[in-house]
């Protein structure tokens, strides 16, 4: 099955910097790839999403690139913001099986 | 809407015994799943739903049993509890499973197996 790795897993920027959180995936049937953002105590939200027919999208202050040959996923997020700050998790999905990284604890310093 | 809801938001179990996890959603969604999420680990999914009376097993199904009688409910059984089976458990729901829909998670049931 589909077997997905995030990196880092810790990541601590100051306010006004930005970070990158990278994932790779195994799967190449793989064809959509989600962004979620979960602050402490609170259920998973998207922040981003990409298909695997498009290379790069962007929403304001974060965007997300993919590199369908080299099965990699990348989030931006510029400017960072205290309220940024949370464990932010990469997926892949292939038909109904999606599949999570492990999770980058996300801390921005004011 | 009330979106994707959950009951109980918390449980404690004794090895041994069962219990049933609660989702409904209220959006019309084809697509339901359980995942659970354990520390350092991400979320793993366990079952999951493309409509009513359509089920099959995610990547971590053992220990754990679901039903979708109707759109709207989807309920995740533990038959006989173990300590493994402590966890974060989420529903979530999406337009169809197929497509590039976002998935709406509920508010998620913590569960302690002693």
Known sequence: GE????????????????????CTYSDSASNYFPWYKQELGKRPQLIIDIRSNVGEKKDQRI??????????????????????????????KRNNDMRFGAGTRLTVKP | NAGVTQTPKFQVLKTGQSMT??????????????????????????????????????????GYNVSRSTTEDFPLRLLSAAPSQTSVYFCASSLGGSFYNEQFFGPGTRLTVL
């Open chain 1, 3 to 22: 077997n997905v790795e995030q990196h880092p897993s810790t990541l601590s920027v100051q306010e006004g910097d930005s970070a990158v959180i990278k």
């Open chain 2, 21 to 62: 996890l609660q989702c409904a959603q209220d959006m019309n969604h084809e697509y339901m799943s359980w995942y659970r999420q354990d520390p350092g680990m991400g979320l793993r999914l366990i079952h999951y739903s493309v409509g009513a009376g359509i089920t099959d097993q995610g990547e971590v199904p053992n």
């Open chain 1, 63 to 92: 965007a997300v690139t993919l590199n369908k040959t080299a099965k990699h996923f990348s989030l931006h997020i510029t400017e960072t913001q205290p309220e940024d700050s949370a464990v932010y998790f990469c997926a892949a």
